[in-house]
């Protein structure tokens, strides 16, 4: 029996949010500029935002006014002191908070409790007043201020800080008397920085290599490898889709799917391979349909329309300008959140409560997007010289790939008394038979599955020594003749029998009911051995298919000879059909492949219709009391938030694609405080699992402080230093001691700092579930290493109105690839990994959740998908190891875990292996704590 237990030892990675630590200047100027800093960028947002409500000069709930200093230290009608500066013991406002009577039903976090404690310590002054409720002062937000220049503060352990990044983190540890653990073993920072950089586990020769480096630069040699792979673009381009709320449904009632949304996923992943300037990264995203790129970067527009619309419509006026703000609502919060980390989507119907926002800064940028629109657009993605060279190779590769699946087909017996062959396939129908010379083809039908008149779609000849070729198409010089037409629809003529476009809209439909027949002359004689035909190639008809029928050749008009017939096929309802299901590995590969080359052969034919947004004239936008659209009041220009500066402001009569550029030049400002601040901290928060600032997408007032803001300020310096380009800043974070910790607990850390936010050590974190996905296929030996194109989907085809999404009865080859490239719809989740927090798509995800729940156990332990790989794992370990159980256990340790077994875990997994099966051992590896978390 296999072990009915599954280890899911993770650290969960959860917010968290600093006390604030006094500053100590060299003089008392110094020491009052600190104190009113704190003042403006802590202490005043927490009034504002969670105590003026009810007690400001208007609303003195218990008596008590805390919008002055004055009448905060005069105290309620209680009779006692509410703050007593220089002594928080005696203050009856911090007791207040302590016992979570105030606020009310929503007490305040310890940290910012911490930090009023800290503040009434330091005595309690106020650097503006009064405060007013729901007020917002741009000077009182320590992320609007300018980006400083920090120098990396002094230490007393000297010895540990690598680079500038040590210094600041060690001074705050020193400053709590905390120490960092111990330093991480090789076998562990490979292990590490391989998931980290790329998703995907190092392989044993990699982890051989690095251990056996000797070179002092070793580990700056490894992290340049991963930082070139391809694999860094496809793993850090998930993060970034999170962020951009990037799915491929439209969402809403009938959710249909984007199939073509695809091209800005390609584009991130590219654009993060490249090391793309984020001003470049911006534009492209905001203004990329007119930007010098070429046809992927002028589909990053899709950033701009990734989020849900209703694609239904409706009738009303007033439901359809309901629609529009929505749709618009949806680019100003994705905008500001994902580059600015604001929630401006909050002043839509009112000025932004926290914030300084104003609701006519709302409506300045949804003037911006006036002209931005969901739909598809027509993107050359391959220039005209590539798409045909490419177009020649993929055309070659079809035709080899054609014949050798054809050769796999049985020989038609037209003779036969018993069934040698599949049943019909509306799919796909392959007649094989020996070579004959011919210049007329026949296939005549005489029944078909429903007694309706037969319909095929393409009708193919092929020869033998001439792969690709299709001697019937016209476009060879064949011509297509019929017993008769299906009269008064243009879609089923006799011309489309051989007109090379596959599909029901093209196809030939007979005159008769359950018979006809389709004939093609060929240009001249020629040696044929198949004959392919199909009933819709699309998959989505399967009436009207011919069931009973004879195949004839001839080389002169009259002169008839059966070469294949359905009297050796099972019968239609009773067999299989000649589908993929129940062929060789290497078969279905092959059927995949093809079908692959099929459509990408197709894309290579034309521009592509991406769903990338498209871009009208702007109508007038109107500032909308209380958000409703019909309420307009006055005109509203185009214009960036008024709270930070540079701004801009366009004139009403400014074209659309002015708007999308003036913003995207705002946003890559340096002179901008927030988007340097928010990319610098989304790059540390994927690699510690936590930013400095535990809510990536709010650095607003109800946002938490950053635990080390000089860090901060620091990494956003060296973005800018490094023209916008993160890759520097990987390198810098991944070199230094604070990333090579160890994760072993430190009692004193685990006391003060549970969470690791002022980074002791490294909080080692469970992988996502891309990752965890991927590392099974990989180290299975299953993995699809195709890069980029449509998504594969694990979704059954269906033509509801309702786009309904069942999984797949199982997987294929073709399903195999990286995660990333998987077909997201919103709000349906893959049936597997879909449990372990992926995010649905419906609105942007800045950071995931991570549960551990039943389901993510039930799923990884009992999956067919796991249980398949396990089997796969274990056929890899013979190959590689050999018979041996002991050197099968030593190569399947290293090859999920990057380590040996030890003698315990030898002898338990020898004994599992000889009791059961080496495939056991894979289904206990891919469930360990250890295969699933970041080490």
């Known amino acids: 029996m296999l072990p009915g237990r599954r280890c899911m030892g993770f650290v969960a990675g959860l917010g968290v949010f600093m006390p604030w630590l006094a500053f100590a200047g060299d003089s008392a100027t110094d020491a009052e500029a600190a104190r009113a800093g704190v003042f403006r960028r802590e202490i005043a947002p927490i009034l504002v935002s969670r105590c003026l409500t009810c007690h400001s000069s208007k609303l003195k709930k218990g008596g008590l006014d805390l919008s002055t200093r004055g009448s905060a230290l005069a105290g309620g009608s209680s009779g006692e002191a509410a703050i007593v500066p220089g002594k928080p013991a005696e203050s009856e406002l911090l007791a207040k908070l302590e016992a979570g009577e105030m606020p009310p039903k929503n007490p305040l976090a310890k940290d910012r409790i911490d930090a009023i404690r800290a503040w009434i310590a330091a005595g309690a002054d106020y650097d503006r007043e009064p405060l007013k409720p729901g007020s917002a002062d741009a000077s009182a937000l320590w992320s609007l201020r300018p980006i400083a220049r920090p120098t990396p503060p002094p230490v007393k352990n000297a010895a540990w800080p690598r680079n500038a990044i040590d210094q600041f983190i060690l001074a705050k540890l020193e400053s ?188 300045a940028l949804q003037a911006v997007f006036a002209g931005v629109k969901h739909g598809d657009r027509a993107i050359a993605l391959v220039p005209e010289a590539e798409r045909t060279a490419e177009r020649s190779r993929v055309n070659e590769e079809l035709g080899r790939l054609e014949d050798a699946l054809d050769t796999l087909e049985p020989l038609a017996q037209s003779d036969a008394r018993h069934a040698s062959r599949a049943a019909v396939d509306p799919l796909h129908d392959v007649d094989r038979f020996e070579p004959i010379l011919a210049r007329y083809v026949r296939l005549e039908i005489m029944s078909t599955n429903d007694g309706n008149e037969p319909c095929i779609d393409e009708l193919e000849v092929r020869g033998p020594g001439r792969p690709g070729v299709n001697l019937a198409s016209a476009a060879q010089g064949a011509k297509a003749s019929a017993s008769s037409e299906y009269p008064g629809n243009s879609r089923h003529k006799v011309v489309h029998l051989n007109d090379g476009r596959e599909s029901n809209e093209r196809s030939w439909i007979s005159n ?76 279905r590969a092959h059927i995949e492949r093809r079908a692959w080359l099929r459509d990408r052969a197709k894309r290579l034919a034309t521009d592509e219709s991406v769903y990338a947004g498209i871009f009208d004239t702007p109508e007038p936008t109107h500032l909308l009391a209380r958000g409703d659209p019909s309420q307009p009041q006055g005109l509203v220009t185009p214009a960036s938030l008024s709270s930070l500066s540079p701004r801009f402001v366009l004139d009403q009569a400014a074209p659309d694609v002015e708007r999308r550029r003036a913003l995207a030049a705002w946003l890559a400002d340096p002179a901008n405080p927030l988007p340097l601040r928010v990319l610098a901290n989304r790059v540390w928060q994927y690699h510690f699992g936590l930013g400095l600032v535990a809510t990536p997408n709010d650095f607003g007032s109800l946002g938490a ?88 989907t694990v979704w059954a085809p269906n033509t509801n109105y309702v786009a309904v999404y069942n999984a797949l009865p199982r997987q294929g080859p073709a399903t195999f690839r990286r995660m990333v490239y998987q077909l997201r719809p919103r709000g349906r989740l893959d049936d597997t990994f879909g449990v372990f927090d992926c995010p649905d798509a419906a609105q942007t995800t800045p950071r995931r959740t991570v549960s551990t729940t039943a389901p993510q156990a039930l799923a990884l332990w009992n999956s067919e998908f796991v249980l398949e790989r396990a089997t796969a794992l274990a056929e890899r370990a013979l190959r590689q190891a050999g018979a041996d159980p002991s050197a099968q256990v030593r190569w399947m340790f290293m090859t999920t875990l990057g380590r040996a077994p030890t003698e315990r875990e030898l002898a338990g997994a020898v004994a599992l292996v000889e009791h059961d099966s080496p495939a056991a051992l894979g289904r206990v590896l891919y469930n360990s704590s250890e295969f699933l978390t970041l080490p």
């Not at 198949?530 to 080389?555: K, N």
């Not at 059966?562 to 290497?586: F, I, L, N, W």
């Open 176 to 363: 709590q008397g905390i120490e960092p653990v111990p330093l991480a073993d090789r076998h562990v920072l490979i292990r590490r920085a391989t998931l980290d950089l790329t998703g995907l586990p190092p392989t044993p020769q990699e982890i051989e290599a690095f251990l056996n480096d000797t070179r002092a630069d070793a580990y700056e040699r490894l992290i340049d490898r991963l930082l070139a792979s391809p694999h860094y673009g496809e793993r850090w381009g998930r993060h970034w889709l999170d962020v951009v709320r990037f799915g491929e449904s439209h969402g809403y009632e009938t959710n249909m799917p984007r199939y073509n949304a695809w091209p800005y996923r390609d584009y991130v992943i590219r654009a993060f391979n490249q090391d793309l300037p984020y001003a470049d990264f911006v534009r492209d995203q905001l203004a990329g349909d007119v930007a010098a790129g070429d046809g992927l970067a002028k589909a990053a527009t899709g950033f701009l329309v990734a989020g849900t619309h209703d694609g239904v419509g409706n009738a009303t006026r007033e439901g359809m300008l309901q629609q529009r703000n929505d749709d618009l609502d949806d680019v100003i919060a994705a905008t500001s959140s994902t580059f600015l980390g604001l929630t401006v989507q909050c002043a839509r119907c009112h000025d932004h409560k926290f914030d300084p926002i104003p609701q006519r800064d709302y409506y």
């Open 705 to 792: 402080p950053p635990t080390h803001p000089e860090l901060l300020d620091w990494l956003a310096r060296e973005l800018e230093r490094n023209g916008g380009r993160i890759k520097p800043l990987h390198r810098l974070i991944m070199l230094s001691s604070t990333y090579q910790q160890s994760t072993m607990a430190n009692p004193r850390g685990q006391a003060r700092d549970a969470l690791a936010a002022l980074r002791w050590r490294y909080p080692p974190r469970r992988l996502e579930a891309e990752a965890i996905r991927d590392a099974i296929l990989f180290t299975s030996g299953d993995l699809n290493p195709a890069i980029g194109g449509p998504s594969y």
């Open 512 to 587: 008769e009911k359950g018979k006809g027949w389709a004939q093609i002359e060929l240009a001249a004689p020629a040696r044929v051995d198949r004959v392919i035909w199909s009933r819709d190639r699309t998959g989505v008809y399967r009436d009207r298919l011919a069931v009973s029928y004879r195949l004839e050749v001839a080389v002169a008009p009259g002169r008839w000879r059966v070469v294949a017939s359905s009297a050796d096929r099972v019968a239609y309802g009773a067999g299989k059909a000649a589908t993929s299901k129940g062929c060789s590995q290497e078969t």
